[in-house]
T-cell receptor, first 111, second 116 residues
Framework: RKEVEQDPGPFNVPEGATVAFNCTYSNSASQSFFWYRQDCRKEPKLLMSVYSSGNEDGRFTAQLNRASQYISLLIRDSKLSDSATYLCVVNNPSNTGKLIFGQGTTLQVKP | DAGVIQSPRHEVTEMGQEVTLRCKPISGHDYLFWYRQTMMRGLELLIYFNNNVPIDDSGMPEDRFSAKMPNASFSTLKIQPSEPRDSAVYFC??????????????FGPGTRLTVL
């Protein structure tokens, strides 16, 4: 089983749609969770951290379910500029500083 | 802050040649990471350093790959000899060990390597 698993997609949605990405992780001792965004031919960039209570940043909402070892990202009112690959990221509790990246979910928002 | 700086941005070389990739982390960061990304394998961690000391090099594919961090502001990843299957984008990233934003990794723009 992969340490971090994501549906690779692609997700093709129209502008204005709401889309949700899910991710599962294997190590129950993980404590830090993130979503990164990677545009085509660019480096990954932090989109948002994920907190136990859930958190929102504008149109983006992240949720964490520790019991199910499940992380989600919800994007409301999708924009063309949201088209990118979204990487689910979890810390490695055995190696301080090390992050484990999922393979990414590709989103294509169409006019 | 300038962010993580990598050079060169693009490198095209022939099989058998030595390739050296360079990275300058964000000033004050304690960790430095080298990743490789391909369509087939995604983002793979090759090696990382804490305070200039290599901590985990289990991702380095083989002896042809080596990395050094002689000081807090500079690291190199060397491939000798290079092979076509080494063609990929190589990212360097850095992060803090303590304080606000601990654990968040900041990536450089990457070096796109093509080995012919």
């Amino acid at each position: 089983r992969k340490e971090v698993e994501q549906d690779p997609g692609p997700f093709n949605v129209p502008e204005g749609a709401t889309v949700a990405f899910n991710c599962t992780y294997s190590n129950s001792a993980s404590q830090s969770f993130f979503w990164y965004r990677q545009d085509c031919r660019k480096e990954p960039k932090l989109l948002m951290s994920v907190y136990s209570s859930g958190n929102e940043d504008g149109r983006f909402t992240a949720q964490l379910n520790r019991a199910s070892q499940y992380i989600s990202l919800l994007i409301r009112d999708s924009k063309l500029s949201d088209s990118a690959t979204y990487l689910c990221v979890v810390n490695n509790p055995s190696n301080t500083g090390k992050l484990i990246f999922g393979q990414g979910t590709t989103l294509q928002v169409k006019p | 802050d300038a962010g993580v700086i990598q050079s060169p941005r693009h490198e095209v070389t022939e099989m058998g040649q030595e390739v050296t990739l360079r990275c300058k982390p964000i000033s004050g960061h304690d960790y430095l990471f080298w990743y490789r990304q391909t369509m087939m394998r995604g983002l793979e961690l090759l090696i990382y350093f804490n305070n200039n000391v290599p901590i985990d090099d289990s991702g380095m594919p083989e002896d042809r790959f080596s990395a050094k961090m002689p000081n807090a502001s500079f690291s190199t990843l060397k491939i000798q000899p290079s092979e076509p299957r080494d063609s990929a984008v190589y990212f360097c990233a850095s992060s803090l060990a303590h304080g606000v934003g601990v654990g968040t990794q900041y990536f450089g723009p990457g070096t796109r390597l093509t080995v012919l």
